[in-house]
């Protein structure tokens, strides 16, 4: 008695062209999304700055997140942030939240956006620290 297609081991589709896989595999670079090469980015950033400066990341996540809140109270002036810091408080750490999608917007390149990214980053350390951000990266520039 022949065996029924579905109890095989490797089964074909209905049309018979074979399991479908990817047809690149997971390692090259068009695998990636734009949200996973940028929160890569961010983790070598801070792995980067944290090598040099462990203290600073004693107590301090980072976050990415898409856009920023888009609700400005009627007396604040409207403008877009690249990055925002949030003081420790009732024992949570505090936080550095950098979005991604306004960042991106204003690199022209990778290489742009991977120094964009660092300088979002060391300058809200500055601001969580109580450090000028020179202090922190001697090569910083305004």
């Not at 081991?9 to 074979?18: M, V």
């Not at 856009?67 to 009627?74: G, H, I, Q």
């Amino acid at each position: 008695m022949s065996e029924l297609p579905w109890e095989r081991p490797t089964y074909r589709n209905r049309h018979g062209r074979g399991i479908r896989r990817p047809v690149f595999g997971n390692q090259l670079p068009f695998y990636r999304t734009d949200s996973g090469y940028f929160d890569e980015q961010v983790a070598a950033q801070v792995a980067r700055i944290k090598s040099a400066w462990p203290e600073l990341f004693t107590n301090v996540e980072c976050a990415v997140e898409d856009v920023p809140p888009s609700s400005p109270l009627a007396w604040e002036n409207f403008s877009v942030k690249l990055s925002q810091s949030f003081e420790a408080s009732h024992g949570i750490s505090a936080r550095i939240a950098l979005y991604r999608k306004p960042l991106e917007f204003r690199a022209h390149n990778r290489i742009e956006l991977q120094l964009i990214i660092r300088k979002e980053i060391i300058r809200q350390l500055a601001h969580l620290s109580g450090l000028n951000p020179e202090y922190i990266d001697p090569s910083w520039d305004e």
